[in-house]
């Protein structure tokens, strides 16, 4: 199959205030895969389709209906024709729905939970034009919802609609839950996982280390708010924890630079833990049109052709 | 440490400022809700425990720069060791020559110096001595050694004073200084002349003691010599004098004598009679010749210092006065005329023709109202006359010559514009010399003086003694080389008014002379008083022939001059040789004290004395503060501590 590209559209540059004031996550989706203007790709697995892909020699084993016989009349020898696989490319799309992720700085900037909706959304929009299958996993403290991989054109709407969900857990349990979900993924998908990380990377790193092993692909999305990596608070105040309800008497100005050190180290620790394993680690902030979420998904999909 | 400006310490409230900042940010409990504190609470006791201290050092520097600005403001210094500023003293001692009598100048110093004997060190002592007028002997400072001396060295003067101008001047400058206790000594003999005129209603500045030494017992024996007047006699001279006696009856000894002398040319015994004035005439017999003074003294009582007078006489033959001819109006030469009837007036005046070639004599008097004076050589011999200390009289007529040679003094004379009443002299300035004699009588004589024509004088070139308008002089005077001129902006003559057949003419012509020859209206000399400024009839050598001053050396004087003490002066002026008898006051010579009772006291201020208001830089703290200059180290402290504070403040607030 040929990669195709529909004609592309004069789209206006996108900004988060444009993002944020569509309100349904089809909408933004849309927007979203708009702005990106992608094409269909194929697959890089190679398959019993009827497109060419290579010769090999006949192996015992083979199934004999997939002998060339008129090359074996020319050069008579035993050759297998091998064709692209044309079976879909299955992507999961992961959101973490815990409390940390309701966050916005600001009014007129979207919570991160929103913005890695709107992105994954897009992607399942991305998924489907190019036909691929697609599924959609909620985390939490546990799974909280489940969708599995399809390629069924009704898939899109259920997968916004799991994004959609209203559900949203209260802590973070990255580790434990991507592992279970590693279990209940078909095998060989792509792992598109929009998350905040506030999880230890070393704890991390067996449910990294179990996608890799089930033939998983990863595109990790670290879904930041601009005062999460700024950390430009002026006055003093009380500090609470989102997830946890702790509270902390905080002159900012104070843990200023230690905090942006901290952030920085922890960055570095998930990417650390995301590339060494060959998948893709993204960091993305809330007030920029998430376009290289996309683009990288496009990137990874064209590089499994 | 003491301040010069305390008030400024206030500023140290500003402290609180960045106090209640720092306060308010650390109790700032706005909840915010994070994502996550894992990053939070893991860094922060550390960088709260170093952010905490550095947020303390900005706040004490911050804290200390605004202290130093106070302090460098409030400019400390160090007082002087011992000195605690508490006390000032201002001794205020009427030295007018009453105080010379008996021991009551010693008696007064004695009782300040043991009213002072109690300041410490650190006290400030000031000196000031009411006569002539109000005058510091050694302003109030913690010096107390040199006030001392300046106390001890002080003597009583010849002069006559009032002494409420003295004690309020203390009392201002008492209350404008800090000080726990001011306090001022006043030592005198509370003679009646002396509190004359005071308004004891009206007491001194708040906050000011007033310790007042006693009333001193009275004087036993005193009297004094006025002056006396000199006439020509058949005998010679006639001297008229009185001997007032002040106290009750007795008698003394009366020695005349010529200065310069010692032998008396009269001596006699004076009855006085209790509290009597006594008139004498005394025949000075022998010839008179020329220029002459006399010493009249009693024998010594308790105030001796008003019991010697000098009287002085220079001759008659001396004045000269030189007329220019008429103006040919064929008219008579009233002015001619009027001199000639002078012959009965005193002084005689000797008139002559202005000489028609040869120099004019200096000590002569010249009235010129022909223009041909002004004119060729006459005008020449005229600048001469004036360059070498003669005066004149001028009337101006108008004429050309006069006219260039008044312009070329910067005295352009211009016409004035006459009405159908003609025009009138008025503004008479009344404290001139001449116009106080012309009108001693009467001041109808000073009205009256109508003129057909006149020619009015610059305001801004002459002394005015009258006007005819505000800008125009009717009658003015100036100087002219080493003499003066009298411009008499009319005629005189019947062309121009009625005046020189008017009664005040003559007395007018012949008070002119006289004033220009500077002597008064017989053959002895015009006498002065002690203190007060008269005229002399021009620049030279002055030195004093007896009395208090005949030690000291000649000085040379130009204008006037207002002697200190009494004697018999000499001016000499190039070959010309002028005495001088200078009195003393007369009312200085009345021991009277005040009565009844001691008002003075009631000067003293019974309200309490509002610090603020009276708060003044005191004159020694400046110099104390000046030597130390410790506001500038306050400043570069100050200026150091926000240097330092800046870049850790910076790191407080990423």
């Given at each position: 199959?040929?990669?195709?590209?529909?004609?592309?559209r004069?789209?206006?540059?996108?900004?988060?205030?444009?993002?944020a004031a569509l309100?349904?996550?089809?909408?933004?989706?849309?927007?979203?895969?708009?702005?990106?203007?992608?094409?269909?790709h194929r697959?890089?697995?190679k398959g019993?389709s009827?497109?060419?892909?290579?010769?090999?020699?006949y192996?015992?084993?083979d199934?004999?209906?997939?002998?060339?016989?008129?090359?074996?009349a020319r050069?008579?020898?035993?050759?297998?024709r091998?064709?692209h696989?044309?079976?879909?490319l299955r992507v999961l799309?992961?959101?973490?729905?815990?409390?940390?992720?309701h966050y916005?700085s600001?009014?007129?900037?979207?919570?991160?939970?929103d913005f890695?909706r709107a992105s994954?959304?897009?992607l399942?929009?991305?998924?489907r034009?190019?036909?691929?299958?697609?599924?959609a996993?909620?985390l939490?403290?546990?799974i909280?919802?489940y969708l599995?991989p399809?390629a069924?054109?009704?898939?899109l709407?259920?997968?916004?609609?799991?994004?959609?969900a209203?559900?949203?857990g209260?802590?973070?349990?990255l580790?434990?839950t991507?592992?279970?979900l590693?279990?209940?993924?078909?095998?060989?998908?792509?792992f598109v996982?929009?998350?905040?990380?506030?999880?230890d990377?070393?704890a991390l790193?067996?449910?990294?280390?179990?996608?890799?092993f089930?033939?998983?692909?990863v595109?990790?999305l670290?879904?930041?708010d601009?005062?999460?990596e700024?950390?430009?608070y002026?006055d003093p105040?009380?500090?609470v924890?989102?997830e946890?309800?702790?509270?902390?008497?905080l002159?900012?100005a104070?843990?200023?630079?230690?905090?942006?050190?901290?952030?920085?180290?922890?960055?570095?620790?998930?990417e650390d833990?995301?590339?060494p394993?060959?998948f893709d680690?993204l960091p993305?902030?809330t007030?920029a049109?998430p376009l290289?979420?996309?683009?990288?998904?496009?990137?990874?999909?064209?590089g499994?052709? | 440490?003491?301040?010069l400006f305390?008030g400024?310490?206030?500023?140290?409230l500003a402290?609180?400022?960045?106090?209640?900042?720092?306060?308010?940010?650390k109790r700032?409990r706005?909840?915010?809700?994070?994502?996550?504190l894992?990053?939070?609470?893991a860094s922060l006791?550390?960088?709260?425990?170093?952010h905490r201290l550095?947020?303390?050092i900005?706040?004490a520097?911050?804290?200390?720069a605004l202290?130093?600005l106070a302090?460098?403001f409030?400019?400390p210094f160090?007082?002087?060791?011992g000195?605690?500023?508490?006390?000032?003293?201002?001794?205020v001692?009427?030295?007018t020559f009453?105080?010379?009598?008996?021991?009551?100048w010693?008696?007064?110093?004695?009782?300040?110096?043991?009213r002072?004997?109690t300041?410490?060190?650190g006290?400030?002592?000031?000196?000031?001595?009411?006569?002539?007028?109000?005058t510091?002997?050694?302003?109030?400072s913690?010096?107390?050694?040199s006030?001392?001396?300046?106390?001890?060295?002080a003597?009583?003067s010849?002069?006559?004073a009032?002494?409420?101008?003295a004690?309020?001047l203390a009392?201002?400058v008492?209350?404008?200084?800090?000080?726990?206790?001011r306090?001022i000594?006043f030592?005198?003999?509370h003679?009646?002349?002396?509190?004359f005129g005071?308004?004891f209603?009206?007491?001194?500045?708040a906050g000011?003691s007033?310790s007042?030494?006693?009333v001193?017992?009275p004087?036993a024996r005193?009297?004094a010599?006025?002056?006396p007047?000199?006439?020509?006699?058949d005998a010679g001279?006639r001297?008229r004098?009185s001997?007032?006696?002040f106290?009750?009856a007795?008698r003394?000894?009366?020695r005349?004598?010529?200065?310069g002398?010692?032998?008396p040319?009269?001596e006699?015994d004076?009855?006085?009679?209790?509290r009597?004035?006594?008139s004498l005439e005394v025949e000075?017999?022998?010839a008179?010749?020329g220029?002459a003074?006399?010493?009249?003294a009693?024998?010594?009582?308790?105030l001796?210092?008003?019991?010697?007078?000098y009287?002085a006489?220079?001759g008659?033959?001396?004045?000269?006065v030189?007329l220019d001819?008429?103006?040919d109006h064929g008219?008579?030469d009233?002015?001619?005329?009027a001199l000639?009837?002078?012959?009965?007036l005193?002084?005689?005046?000797?008139?002559?023709?202005?000489?028609?070639s040869?120099a004019?004599?200096?000590?002569a008097v010249?009235?010129?109202?022909?223009d041909?004076?002004?004119?060729g050589?006459a005008?020449?011999r005229?600048?001469?006359?004036?360059?070498?200390g003669?005066?004149?009289?001028?009337?101006?007529?108008?004429g050309?010559a006069q006219s260039?040679?008044l312009a070329?003094r910067g005295?352009a004379a211009?016409a004035?514009a006459?009405?159908e009443?003609?025009l009138?002299?008025h503004?008479?300035?009344?404290?001139?010399?001449l116009?106080?004699?012309?009108?001693q009588?009467?001041?109808r004589?000073l009205v009256?003086?109508r003129f057909?024509?006149?020619?009015?004088?610059?305001?801004?070139a002459?002394?005015?003694?009258?006007?005819w308008?505000p800008e125009?002089?009717?009658i003015g005077e100036t100087?002219?080389?080493?003499?003066?001129?009298?411009?008499c902006?009319?005629s005189?003559d019947?062309?121009?008014?009625?005046?020189?057949?008017?009664?005040t003419f003559v007395?007018?012509?012949h008070?002119a002379?006289?004033?220009?020859?500077?002597?008064s209206?017989?053959g002895?000399?015009?006498?002065?008083r002690v203190?007060?400024a008269?005229?002399?009839?021009?620049?030279?050598s002055w030195?004093a022939?007896?009395?208090?001053?005949?030690?000291a050396?000649?000085?040379?004087?130009?204008?006037?001059?207002?002697?200190?003490?009494?004697?018999?002066?000499e001016?000499?002026?190039?070959?010309?040789?002028h005495?001088?008898?200078?009195?003393?006051?007369?009312?200085?010579?009345?021991?009277a004290q005040?009565e009844?009772?001691?008002?003075?006291?009631?000067?003293?201020s019974?309200?309490a004395?509002a610090q603020?208001?009276t708060?003044?830089?005191?004159?020694?703290?400046?110099?104390?503060?000046?030597?130390?200059?410790l506001?500038?180290?306050?400043?570069g402290?100050a200026a150091?501590?926000?240097?330092?504070?800046?870049?850790?403040?910076n790191r407080t607030?990423?």
């Amino acid at each position: 199959m040929a990669v195709t590209t529909p004609p592309r559209r004069d789209v206006p540059p996108l900004d988060m205030a444009e993002l944020a004031a569509l309100e349904s996550l089809p909408l933004r989706a849309r927007r979203l895969a708009d702005a990106v203007g992608a094409g269909r790709h194929r697959s890089r697995r190679k398959g019993a389709s009827l497109e060419f892909a290579d010769y090999r020699d006949y192996q015992p084993g083979d199934e004999l209906r997939r002998v060339d016989w008129r090359l074996y009349a020319r050069t008579d020898r035993l050759h297998i024709r091998e064709t692209h696989e044309d079976t879909p490319l299955r992507v999961l799309l992961v959101l973490d729905v815990s409390a940390s992720m309701h966050y916005a700085s600001r009014p007129g900037l979207l919570s991160k939970l929103d913005f890695a909706r709107a992105s994954l959304g897009a992607l399942a929009l991305l998924a489907r034009r190019q036909r691929e299958a697609c599924g959609a996993a909620l985390l939490g403290d546990d799974i909280l919802r489940y969708l599995a991989p399809s390629a069924s054109p009704a898939r899109l709407r259920a997968v916004w609609g799991t994004l959609d969900a209203p559900d949203a857990g209260q802590r973070t349990a990255l580790a434990e839950t991507l592992g279970r979900l590693a279990e209940a993924a078909p095998r060989a998908c792509l792992f598109v996982i929009a998350s905040d990380f506030y999880e230890d990377p070393a704890a991390l790193e067996p449910a990294v280390r179990r996608l890799r092993f089930e033939r998983h692909d990863v595109l990790a999305l670290h879904v930041i708010d601009p005062a999460e990596e700024d950390f430009d608070y002026a006055d003093p105040g009380l500090f609470v924890d989102a997830e946890s309800g702790e509270r902390l008497a905080l002159d900012p100005a104070a843990a200023a630079q230690a905090y942006r050190d901290a952030f920085r180290t922890h960055r570095t620790a998930l990417e650390d833990l995301f590339r060494p394993n060959g998948f893709d680690y993204l960091p993305l902030r809330t007030d920029a049109p998430p376009l290289d979420a996309l683009g990288a998904y496009l990137a990874r999909r064209a590089g499994q052709v | 440490m003491s301040w010069l400006f305390p008030g400024f310490l206030t500023a140290l409230l500003a402290i609180g400022l960045p106090l209640v900042l720092h306060l308010l940010r650390k109790r700032a409990r706005q909840p915010v809700v994070f994502p996550s504190l894992r990053f939070l609470a893991a860094s922060l006791p550390q960088n709260a425990s170093r952010h905490r201290l550095r947020r303390r050092i900005v706040l004490a520097l911050r804290c200390l720069a605004l202290a130093l600005l106070a302090f460098a403001f409030a400019r400390p210094f160090v007082a002087r060791a011992g000195r605690r500023g508490g006390r000032m003293v201002v001794v205020v001692l009427d030295n007018t020559f009453s105080l010379q009598a008996g021991t009551r100048w010693q008696d007064t110093l004695d009782w300040a110096k043991e009213r002072i004997g109690t300041l410490e060190s650190g006290d400030r002592l000031g000196v000031l001595v009411v006569a002539p007028r109000p005058t510091w002997l050694l302003t109030p400072s913690a010096d107390t050694v040199s006030a001392l001396r300046a106390l001890e060295t002080a003597r009583p003067s010849w002069h006559s004073a009032r002494v409420e101008p003295a004690l309020r001047l203390a009392a201002e400058v008492l209350s404008a200084m800090p000080a726990g206790e001011r306090e001022i000594v006043f030592g005198g003999d509370h003679q009646r002349v002396g509190w004359f005129g005071t308004d004891f209603a009206r007491p001194l500045a708040a906050g000011v003691s007033v310790s007042f030494a006693d009333v001193p017992a009275p004087l036993a024996r005193q009297a004094a010599l006025a002056p006396p007047s000199l006439e020509r006699s058949d005998a010679g001279l006639r001297a008229r004098l009185s001997v007032r006696n002040f106290t009750g009856a007795h008698r003394r000894r009366l020695r005349v004598t010529r200065v310069g002398t010692t032998a008396p040319i009269v001596e006699l015994d004076v009855d006085l009679g209790d509290r009597e004035t006594r008139s004498l005439e005394v025949e000075l017999a022998g010839a008179i010749s020329g220029t002459a003074g006399f010493r009249f003294a009693l024998d010594a009582d308790d105030l001796p210092a008003d019991d010697v007078a000098y009287a002085a006489w220079r001759g008659a033959g001396g004045r000269r006065v030189l007329l220019d001819a008429a103006p040919d109006h064929g008219a008579a030469d009233f002015l001619r005329t009027a001199l000639q009837s002078t012959t009965d007036l005193k002084p005689a005046l000797q008139v002559s023709p202005v000489p028609p070639s040869a120099a004019w004599p200096p000590d002569a008097v010249a009235l010129l109202r022909n223009d041909a004076s002004f004119a060729g050589d006459a005008a020449q011999r005229l600048d001469a006359f004036l360059l070498a200390g003669g005066s004149a009289v001028v009337f101006i007529g108008g004429g050309p010559a006069q006219s260039r040679w008044l312009a070329g003094r910067g005295l352009a004379a211009r016409a004035v514009a006459a009405d159908e009443h003609g025009l009138r002299v008025h503004n008479w300035t009344l404290d001139h010399p001449l116009v106080t004699a012309f009108s001693q009588s009467t001041v109808r004589l000073l009205v009256g003086w109508r003129f057909r024509e006149g020619w009015g004088l610059p305001a801004d070139a002459v002394n005015p003694l009258a006007l005819w308008t505000p800008e125009a002089v009717a009658i003015g005077e100036t100087d002219a080389g080493h003499g003066r001129l009298l411009l008499c902006g009319f005629s005189p003559d019947r062309r121009a008014s009625e005046w020189p057949v008017q009664g005040t003419f003559v007395p007018f012509i012949h008070r002119a002379v006289v004033y220009l020859f500077g002597a008064s209206e017989s053959g002895e000399t015009a006498a002065a008083r002690v203190g007060t400024a008269f005229s002399l009839p021009g620049a030279g050598s002055w030195r004093a022939l007896d009395g208090p001053a005949a030690a000291a050396p000649p000085v040379s004087v130009a204008g006037s001059v207002v002697p200190d003490a009494p004697g018999l002066y000499e001016l000499t002026v190039g070959a010309e040789r002028h005495l001088f008898p200078v009195h003393l006051s007369a009312d200085e010579s009345d021991p009277a004290q005040w009565e009844p009772g001691t008002p003075w006291t009631d000067l003293v201020s019974t309200r309490a004395v509002a610090q603020g208001k009276t708060r003044t830089v005191p004159l020694g703290a400046v110099e104390s503060e000046q030597q130390g200059r410790l506001w500038w180290w306050l400043l570069g402290i100050a200026a150091l501590a926000l240097a330092v504070e800046l870049p850790v403040a910076n790191r407080t607030s990423r």
